[in-house]
């Protein structure tokens, strides 16, 4: 079955840096674009990053471009999340899922994993 | 940008109630709409894609319609289990994806 298991979240302090990982298995990862979305402490959910399932191509939330960096190393079916220049207001639990196309035209995140916190504080 | 507004953004209901959450585009977005359920502590749970295509494995309980603007999520006879916070997400601008900001259903 479809598994994604992030971990690597943690408190770290204004300016700092973090990097998540996400391990995936029971799926071709080599195939599959994925992304991370980030929910905010009783806030709603906004996505974040993307890469393609080769890893040549990726895109970025506005307010991460720049500090943010999205990749991925096929030969250990895992997603990474480097997070440089933290700020308050990356404080989230971080979701990476599947991008998975659907019906031939609809690519929905059709798998989550359970998240891991990222808190940003002094 | 396109945004979507949902609404309510709060809805207070019971057990065996039908209800409808709205999920509207600020332009026309064809069918590309998904709707996720999130339960607290837990990761988003992927019910309908293409406004109206139940994922499997989905309680037939739930439907989709709509297209353009304007979406709508339904439940048609609530179950204990359907307690949760639901999301419209766009589509179609894969892989930029925008989020509604959520209705949370309560009893």
């Known amino acids: 079955q479809v598994q994604l298991v992030e971990s690597g979240g943690g408190v770290v302090q204004p300016g700092g840096s973090l990097r998540l990982t996400c391990a995936a298995s029971g799926f071709t990862f080599s195939t599959y674009g994925m992304h991370w979305v980030r929910q905010a402490p009783g806030k709603g959910l906004e996505w974040v990053a993307w890469i393609q399932y080769d890893g040549n191509n990726k895109d970025y939330l506005d307010s991460v471009k720049g500090r943010f960096t999205i990749s991925r190393d096929t030969s250990k079916n895992t997603l990474y999340l480097q997070m440089n220049s933290l700020r308050a207001e990356d404080t989230a639990v971080y979701y990476c899922?599947?991008?998975?196309?659907?019906?031939?035209?609809?690519?929905?995140?059709?798998?989550w994993g359970q998240g891991t916190l990222v808190t940003v504080s002094s | 940008d396109i945004q979507l507004t949902q609404s309510p953004s709060f809805l207070s209901a019971s057990v065996g109630d039908r209800v409808t959450i709205t999920c509207r585009a600020s332009?026309?977005?064809?069918?590309?709409l998904a709707w996720y359920q999130q339960k607290p502590g837990k990761a988003p749970k992927l019910l309908i894609y293409g406004a109206s295509t139940l994922q499997s494995g989905v309680p037939s309980r739930f439907s989709g319609s709509g297209s353009g603007t304007e979406f709508t999520l339904t439940i048609s006879s609530l179950q204990p289990e359907d307690f949760a916070t639901y999301y419209c997400q766009h589509l179609n601008n894969y892989p930029l994806y925008t989020f509604g900001q959520g209705t949370k259903l309560e009893i």
């Open positions: 899922a599947r991008g998975a196309r659907y019906s031939g035209d609809y690519i929905v995140l059709d798998y």
């Open positions: 332009q026309a977005i064809s069918s590309y």
